[in-house]
């Protein structure tokens, strides 16, 4: 299910292997060093390009045995802070480790799977939610982070409307769809995976999107993290997992389809989804690189910008050094 492929060889570049120049690229499966990455969620076109990396072979070009495993009740951003040996990497997001480091967690974000946030509050068309004016008298549906209700009141407070006439309840994992024919009128969605899952079961939805109202909310999530001490110990791992992971995204950035067959080769449960999947992947191909200089890469102001943001809306107490949270050195160059 996870299994990178095996490329037939011809006979050129057979002898062309033999060459020295090029012996960098042979690597010996009891060499490759095993590391572990842990998904944020369960597979979906988010982590598209770590499955193409897998499959086509990049991770073992960079000499790397690289298992994906999905979360459990212990989330990639508490096994990475906790340096634990068994899992070196993780997806997380801004939010996650702006305020992790803002504790003094060791948390280092080291490239960004999105460019820009595709995040925002997402109702069925049928509740005439079409500002978040409309968001009054009616009953938003989270799972209890500080961040919600500020987000809420940022949208509302520009659109001269009180928060306080909004309800705000814990749906937990509540399915979008199942919840908003219940008690929920909006939820905070990524529209490139529920957005587009509407669309591709015709159901026609309102959307506000955080940065029409804010810029400071054009946050980077998801991103890859890893532990600071990690990093600074193995910084030769860390440089060949992003680049196998970085071919892995400019790969589907390329090929749409085809990554996202290998994504639901990986995820067999994703078949009964694979509208969806190729439809939403067609959505992010283009945004995973967008118009940074290429693909992973993170800008200080960004990270200033969330940061500020959270401490005017005191989500965040403590000072935030920014340079402590980031860092291109692993997804710069080829």
């Known amino acids: 299910m996870k299994k990178s492929i095996m490329l037939s060889m011809s006979c050129a570049i057979l002898l062309a292997g033999c060459n020295s120049d090029n012996s960098q690229n042979k690597t010996d499966s009891s060499k490759e060093k ?26 073992k070009k960079h000499g790397l045995n690289v298992e994906i495993k999905a979360p459990g ?14 899992v070196q990497f993780g997806i997380s997001a801004q939010e996650q480790v702006t305020q992790s480091r803002s504790e003094g967690v060791p948390i280092k974000s080291i490239g960004a ?7 925002g509050f997402m ?34 407070d520009k659109s001269n409307a009180d928060i306080n006439q ?7 994992n509540t399915d979008f769809f199942a919840a908003s024919k219940k008690n929920i009128d909006f939820a905070w969605v990524y529209y490139g995976w529920t957005g587009i899952e509407a669309k591709t079961r015709n159901i026609d939805v309102n959307m506000q999107y955080l940065t029409d109202y804010d810029k400071n909310l054009d946050y980077y999530t998801p991103i890859i ?3 600071e001490k990690y990093l600074k110990s193995n910084p030769d791992t860390a440089k060949a997992f992003m680049a196998a992971v970085k071919e892995g995204y400019e790969y589907a950035i390329k090929h749409e389809q085809e990554s996202a067959d290998i994504l639901i080769k990986a995820a067999p449960e994703l078949k009964k989804q694979k509208d969806l999947v190729y439809a939403s992947q067609k959505y992010l191909s ?4 967008d118009d940074a200089k290429s693909w992973g890469m993170q800008d200080e102001k960004v990270w200033a910008n969330y940061a500020k943001y959270l401490k005017d809306n005191k989500i ?19």
Do not use: C, R
């Open 286 to 289: 283009p945004k995973y690189q």
């Open 166 to 172: 909004t309800k705000i309840v814990n749906m937990g």
């Open 34 to 59: 095993k590391v572990t990455i842990m998904l944020d969620w369960t597979p979906n076109t988010n982590h598209t390009g770590l499955y193409v990396a897998k499959e086509k072979g990049f991770f």
């Open 113 to 119: 799977i999105i460019q820009h946030n595709t995040s």
């Open 225 to 227: 993290i890893a532990n």
């Open 123 to 156: 109702s069925l068309k049928e509740k005439n939610i079409q500002s978040p004016k409309d968001y009054e008298g009616k009953t938003y549906g989270g799972w209890g982070a500080p961040i919600e209700k500020a987000f809420i009141k940022t949208l509302m």
């Open 316 to 334: 965040i107490k403590n000072d935030f050094n920014v340079k402590d949270a980031f860092t291109n050195e692993f997804v710069e160059g080829k």
């Open 73 to 86: 009740e212990v989330t990639a951003d508490q096994l990475i802070a906790a340096n634990k040996k068994d």
